[in-house]
């Protein structure tokens, strides 16, 4: 066998951990030497943080216990994103993660739903979604296997204190042969012919060498901004939010097992449920709003009392051009950045991570294999800003300047048909790789004002009794199967409860 | 929407005018629509047949055709791959079989593992793995248990004959009340971009809001609505451009895969029916006479070739858009592949379940084409792709035609997949494929593309356990194919040679 590669990991936030631990569970020992460099003079980014259910693919890619994960990061459940206030002031809607009702003569739910609610024989479509009903109810539970049963139309993911998470990968990844290196790295040391990094240099007056360097040191991009001048792809005409004021307060019940996004003036808030804590935040334009402004509304709308000062992010929305160059792959912060309105970027560093085992490098680094990590990352950063647009953009708020001048910008034409498509007939595309899936695109459309005006003219095939005979019933399978699930509280107390907080001294 | 579809015309002759009358009868026969077909002085011979690829299952499944009778009807067989020899040197031959190869480990797949081990010498060729390449040599039909079910997705396609296959799909289209016309087109009428009526040669003009153009590659209806130019050729990637068919005795017992030989100017197809032989070649006109053809058939196939031997244009190509206006190009119309994987009926009959879910809500106007095109285009793309592929991939030095393609750069879609597939054997797929990975890696594979590396990930795995793990698998492979009926004995228990009149489900 070969000589192991030497594999640098350049920060020690949630990237740098998931990162780290994924390549504890495959290579890290005899092929691979794996160290991590990150400073304690830096802070990481952390907020509270919403997750996706790919999340649970990873732990188990990993080899990680749930149980034992969530208690250790003060972990909750999550369903799915209440979004207040979007559409229109005073409007309430849930993205779940779980289907709305089932195919029925031979075409999705949403046809049949649009039909029967033409005839003025179907309730509102959150009626239909079993996520959405345990949502409104508080309520948690793990979906079945049983395809036939209504409680496995669902999946779910966690609401979790990221820093903790990277602390718990740390105990994980560092035993499996994982070097944590402290110190802040200075300066990087370059090969003249390749362009490839050599080195990086610490204050210390160290440097470490390697055959790959993984740079996830969060907005400082170190490598692809700092050194090799990887350009940034600007999406903030579509984005325009730019900063984040983000201030944690005591734990808030009952306990939601959703996130909750409310639409302010200037921006949005979330609101994320964990055991020991509420995480919350107001992302915002600061074309509209000032830092101090946005911290004080931010305070007076918390649900409860606040437990440290309001604390300023900048960032700016878009990705760099490429996320793998030369030696060096970009996983997280340092790759780009999408405002976490649906919990995205941990979703985007498992990705990166993903592409990365799979097209794991030799030695040096295969074009063909760096042509490939970019197409996978850019084609997921891509169809989630499309998602992320059109949540600013279909929006009847009359209320600011930011609500109005994002509906009326110019979205990319691959979401202006999409909507336009929608809206004559229903149709949603199913993507076989990525986000997002057909029951997201339907909740965000419908929750923020657009109908279908049509449908699928083969669902005709199917007479309208046996549909809304069949929705009546479904509905009612719903309404009695999630009185019956316990408490999102009650649950999470039982599988996996956390250590309480130290009382503040 | 106010104005729904009323009146679906198709007009043409073969396989796509019967298939798409009775996928629009069957759709939307009893919604209100009106279906009519126009079926134009057909072209087909009794010699004519398809081989289909496992898709057509599912089409059919769509349609309610029960499969052993329609079998019955058409004199078809199963097929469960394809055998490709000398495209790439003389020695050189390698099943196509329509299943996945080994079973992955320690989450790294089978193929890596194979390559790794045979970099170390072993000698057993890649589709000893795969069940149903095992099943398909050993003249098998794959009836799945539990293990075999866990460990395989082996499937299989069909060989039909023509005659047989179509009077009975338009019996069941006549069944179910579709209205037939017979008859020559004299002219088209168009307007404002959409067809507004064709007249037949007896005079009769017929009307309706939507027109399905079958007409092959005169495109009588559609070339109406677009620039000249939208017929892009293949011929640079897929250089034959005329077709023999003939037949030759009934192979006994029955080979449960087809043949596909490449020879100095085109390759032979060697498709077994249950009552006769489908003979099929294809060659460059630019490179030999007909008149030599015909000759090295018989002796290439090493078989008598029996009745009439014909000889048919067929340029490779497809329409850019193939919806326009109101007019929906499908089959043969709309794109030519070279037959050479059995994707005679495949882009027909995906065309056609993308026209029943994007059937317009609209006769006035029609946006769903541009979803359609990109789907169509996608599609065929990917089997363009993977045709080009063999041909790309040949050594067959010294032959001219070979020479010529060979040096041919693929479009960039196939490049990528090259690319990626020299550096590391993984496979880059989209979102919307033809085929998958498995019949990729196959190909790729069997012409002979060797990866320059593996996974490192799957050196993690000892040596000695690898080993045991694929002798395991042969044995597993060896004695479950063992138990397997053959073929011939599975065709004569499900479709005795009989006359039968409906092939209802
Ligand atoms: C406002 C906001 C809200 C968010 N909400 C969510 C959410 O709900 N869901 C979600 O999935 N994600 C969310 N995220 C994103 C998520 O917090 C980050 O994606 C995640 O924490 C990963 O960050 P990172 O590891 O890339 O960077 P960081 O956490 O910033 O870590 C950077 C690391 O690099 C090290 N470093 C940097 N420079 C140096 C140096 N010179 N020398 C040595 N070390 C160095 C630091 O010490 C640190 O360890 C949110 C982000 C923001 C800004």
Same mark, same amino acid.
């Given at each position: ?29 005899? &092929? ?8 304690? &003079? ?11 259910? &790919? ?208 639409? %302010? ?149 691959? %979401? ?57 019933? %479904? ?31 | ?42 072209? /087909? ?15 059919? +499944? ?113 069944? $179910? ?10 002219? *088209? ?138 007019? *929906? ?15 005679? $009926? ?9 026209? *029943? ?60 997949? $090259? ?10 797929? +989209? ?34 356990? /690898? ?39």
């Amino acid at each position: 066998m070969t000589d192991p590669l030497d594999i640098v990991i350049v920060g020690g936030g949630t990237a740098g951990w998931m990162t780290a631990a994924a390549l504890a569970a495959t290579v890290a020992g005899r &092929q691979a030497r794996v160290r991590l460099i990150e400073s304690d &003079q830096i802070g990481t980014v952390g907020v509270g943080e919403a997750t996706l259910p &790919q999340m649970k693919d990873f732990n188990d890619f990993v080899g990680i216990q749930e149980a034992d994960m969530m208690k250790a990061t003060q972990a909750t459940f999550k369903l799915g994103i209440e979004f207040r206030d979007w559409g229109f002031t005073g409007s309430s809607y849930i993205h779940p993660f779980g289907e709305f009702g089932q195919p029925m003569g031979g075409v999705d739910f949403i046809h049949q739903w649009v039909r029967a609610r033409q005839a003025g024989e179907a309730q509102d479509i959150e009626t239909y979604s079993y996520a959405i009903q345990a949502c409104r109810q508080g309520r948690f539970d793990f979906p079945v296997d049983d395809k036939q049963e209504v409680n496995s139309t669902y999946a779910y993911a966690y609401h979790l204190d990221a820093g903790l998470y990277a602390r718990y990968l740390r105990g994980f990844a560092e035993p499996k042969g994982v070097e944590r290196i402290e110190g802040r790295i200075v300066d990087v040391e370059r090969d003249d012919e390749t362009g490839f990094v050599t080195a990086v240099k610490l204050e210390s007056g160290e440097s470490v060498g390697g055959d790959y360097f993984i740079d996830c040191s969060g907005f400082n991009s170190l490598l692809f901004d700092k050194t090799l001048g990887v350009p940034f792809e600007d999406w903030s005409d579509w984005l325009p939010c730019d900063r984040a004021v983000a201030v944690p307060s005591e734990r808030v019940d009952p306990m939601t097992p959703y996130t909750r996004s409310t639409a %302010l003036e200037a921006g949005w808030q979330w609101r994320i449920p964990l055991q020991h804590r509420t995480g919350n935040g107001y992302v915002f334009c600061s074309n509209y709003i000032s830092d101090a402004e946005a911290s004080s509304r931010l305070l007076e709308n918390l649900d409860s009392p606040a437990l440290a000062d309001p604390r300023v992010l900048r960032f700016k929305a878009g990705r760099r051009a490429c996320s793998w160059q030369g030696n060096c792959i970009a996983v997280g912060l340092s790759s780009g950045f999408l405002e976490p309105l649906e919990s995205t970027s941990i979703y985007l560093i498992q990705v990166a991570i993903m592409a990365l085992t799979q097209l794991f490098p030799g030695r040096r680094p295969d074009p063909a294999l760096v042509a490939e990590f970019n197409r996978l990352v850019d084609y997921e950063y891509d169809r989630v800003r499309d998602f992320l647009i059109l949540h600013y953009h279909l929006n009847s708020r009359d209320d600011s300047a930011l609500w109005r001048r994002c509906r009326e910008m110019p979205v990319p034409d691959s %979401l202006r048909e999409k909507m336009e498509m929608f809206r004559r007939r229903g149709f949603v595309e199913r993507y076989r790789f990525g986000l997002f899936a057909p029951p997201s695109w339907i909740s965000v459309y419908m929750g923020q004002g657009l109908l279908p005006e049509g449908f699928e003219p083969f669902a005709r095939n199917a007479s309208l009794a046996t549909v809304t005979d069949r929705m009546r019933t %479904l509905a009612g399978n719903i309404e009695s199967r999630v009185q019956a699930m316990p408490r999102h509280a009650d649950f999470v107390a039982d599988y996996c409860p956390a250590d309480l907080p130290e009382a503040p001294a | 929407m106010s104005a729904p579809i009323r009146k679906v015309m198709v007009v043409g002759e073969g396989a796509g005018a019967w298939l798409s009358a009775l996928t629009l009868q069957r759709s939307f026969g009893k919604t209100g629509v009106a279906v009519e077909l126009v079926e134009l002085p057909s072209a /087909l011979r009794p010699e004519d047949g398809w081989a289909t690829l496992p898709s057509q299952q599912a089409f059919h +499944n769509l349609l309610g055709l029960d499969e052993t009778k329609l079998l019955r009807a058409a004199s078809g067989v199963y097929s469960l791959g394809q055998r490709f020899s000398n495209w790439s040197g003389p020695q050189a031959a390698f099943m196509h079989a329509y299943d996945t190869h080994g079973a992955s480990l320690n989450h790294v797949s089978f193929y890596q593992h194979w390559l790794r081990a045979r970099a170390s010498g072993l000698k057993v060729p890649l589709e000893a793995f795969s069940l149903g390449a095992a099943a398909a040599a050993q003249g098998r039909f794959v009836v799945f248990n539990e293990s075999t079910q866990a460990f395989s997705k082996a499937t299989y396609g069909y060989n039909l004959s023509a005659l047989g296959f179509l009077k009975a799909i338009a019996r069941v289209a006549l069944h $179910l009340g579709l209205k037939h016309t017979a008859g020559e087109l004299a002219s *088209v009428k168009h307007a404002n971009g959409r067809v507004e009526s064709v007249t037949l040669r007896s005079g009769e003009t017929l009307t309706a809001d939507l027109f399905v153009d079958a007409t092959g590659s005169a495109a009588r209806l559609v070339r109406h609505l677009e620039p000249n130019d939208n017929f892009e050729s293949w011929s640079r990637w897929l250089p034959c451009d005329r077709t023999i068919v003939a037949s030759a005795p009934v192979l006994d017992p029955v080979p449960a895969f087809n043949q596909v030989s490449a020879f100095r100017s085109g390759w032979l197809g060697i498709y077994p029916l249950a009552n006769r032989t489908l003979l099929r070649a294809r060659y460059a006109s630019k490179h030999t006479q007909a008149e030599d053809i015909v000759d090295t058939v018989s002796a290439l196939s090493g078989m008598r070739v029996e009745g009439d031997v014909f000889t048919d244009e067929w340029t490779t190509g497809a329409r850019r858009a193939h919806w326009v206006g109101n007019c *929906v190009a499908v089959g043969d119309t709309a794109a030519r592949p070279d037959p050479v994987d059995a994707t005679s $009926l495949h882009l027909l009959q995906s065309g056609l379940s993308w026209l *029943v879910a994007m059937f317009p809500v609209s006769r006035t106007e029609m946006p769903e084409a541009a979803v359609f095109n990109a789907r169509m285009l996608a599609q065929t793309i990917g089997v363009r792709d993977f045709q080009a592929a063999h041909f790309k991939l040949n050594r067959r030095f010294g032959d001219p035609m070979w020479d010529d393609v060979r040096e041919q750069s693929p479009p960039p879609t196939l490049a990528r997949k $090259l690319d990626l597939f020299e550096a590391r054997g993984e496979i880059s797929m +989209n979102d919307d494929e033809s085929f998958q990975e498995e019949n990729w890696t196959s190909i790729l594979n069997g012409h002979g593309l060797v990866p320059r590396q593996w996974d490192p990930l799957a050196n993690a795995v000892p040596e000695q356990e /690898l080993i045991a793990n694929f002798q395991g698998m042969l044995k597993f492979i060896a004695s479950e194919v063992q138990a397997m009926p053959t073929l011939q004995s599975h065709l004569e228990f499900t479709t005795p040679q009989a006359e039968s009149d409906y092939i209802f489900g």
